[in-house]
């Protein structure tokens, strides 16, 4: 099982390299035993790549992650706070109803939901909804229609009552995607812009390590960029792309910028040219960097990237560890048989009981 709420920072972005298109993003996750480290409630908001603000069951308040976000006016906080300790409520009493439809009396379990909302370059907007149980896809929003469809048989009672004409729930959270989600969008756009739209050039190193029969694994690291959205790709005679045998996640550094590395495997004895070209919407144009035999980068600096690889990677397999597989485009779970209706939603949204 992985942890909901951190898929965000492994995702691949939807925002495209030379995209100013923007995501406001939710991700809130009940876990049944507190006693596993987590809390047992946590919701985190993200817009892009920043992480906003978030809640959890230990602090009991809505806080804000950047200082952009402090803008907002003071008394949203509080409103936040209480919708926050309400929806917390119901992820506890989901957790144990998704339990019981699964006949499970005991273990570690998580109740998770993304939703989110997106404001394309060109003007157009998207959003999402779906609920998850222990990493597994339980029902999601078709937006185009606003009802919700299974994913699991144990998601048919759920999903039965959402679409009923007595609750429609669906057709609320379409209305918020469309409209409550987008406005919210453009505020935090607005007050965050200049650290949302803050364009950093990578850097780039490339180096190859022989293997064996007649084999070079070439390795390009890619590192100090910002925003998150990149292309790296081998070419040959800079024009055959090389599929990658190796691509790591975009991994954060503390700074705020990130960092990438994708390898390949060549003959060594070819007499072909290999170079690592990188897409980023901070360069003119594609950065290009050509492998030379002697341009490997020293023991001490590759013993480095690995080590912060390594602590970075540790860092966020802990926050993972409850989430088994990420939902299948832009679905979502959620789950629990309480009678309330009400739609407790960040930034004015709503969070039903399964």
Not at 125 to 150: K, V
Request: net charge negative; hydrophobic share 30%.
């Amino acid at each position: 099982m992985r942890l909901f709420v951190a898929a965000a920072l492994l995702c691949v972005s939807v925002i495209g390299v030379h995209s100013d298109s923007h995501t406001l993003r939710y991700y809130l996750t009940g876990v049944s035993s507190p006693g596993s480290g987590l809390p047992a409630f946590s919701t985190v908001g993200y817009v892009d790549d920043k992480e906003i603000a978030n809640y959890n069951s230990d602090t009991r308040r809505y806080l804000p992650r950047t200082e952009w976000m402090k803008k907002v006016e003071s008394d949203y906080w509080d409103e936040q706070t209480q919708i926050s300790r309400s929806t917390e409520s119901v992820f506890k009493h989901n957790v144990q109803t998704a339990m019981s439809r699964f006949n499970q009396t005991g273990g570690i379990h998580s109740f998770q939901e993304m939703y989110g909302c997106e404001l394309r370059d060109d003007g157009t907007t998207g959003g999402y909804e779906q609920f998850g149980y222990d990493g597994r896809d339980f029902t999601y929003l078709d937006t185009q229609r606003g009802i919700w469809i299974p994913t699991m048989n144990e998601a048919q009672i759920t999903t039965q009552r959402w679409n009923s004409p007595e609750e429609r729930l669906g057709e609320r959270y379409k209305n918020y995607l469309e409209n409550e989600c987008i406005e919210w969008l453009k505020k935090h756009i607005n007050n965050g812009r200049e650290d949302l739209e803050r364009r950093v050039r990578p850097e780039v190193k490339v180096w190859g390590r022989a293997q064996q029969d007649g084999i070079t694994r070439l390795q390009c690291m890619v590192y100090g960029f910002h925003p998150r959205p990149v292309d790296v790709k081998w070419m040959r005679n800079g024009k055959d792309h090389l599929p990658s045998d190796e691509m790591t996640p975009t991994l954060p550094h503390p700074d705020g910028t990130y960092q990438i590395r994708v390898s390949v495997e060549v003959p060594t004895q070819e007499a072909d040219t290999y170079s690592c070209h990188v897409d980023h919407s901070s360069l003119e144009e594609v950065l290009t960097k050509k492998y030379e035999p002697d341009n490997g980068l020293p023991l001490p600096m590759i013993i480095g990237i690995a080590c912060a690889v390594v602590i970075i990677a540790v860092a966020l397999g802990v926050g993972i560890f409850f989430y088994k597989k990420r939902g299948k485009g832009y679905k979502t779970t959620s789950t629990s048989d309480a009678n309330s209706d009400s739609l407790n939603v960040q930034d004015g949204g709503h969070h039903p009981t399964a």
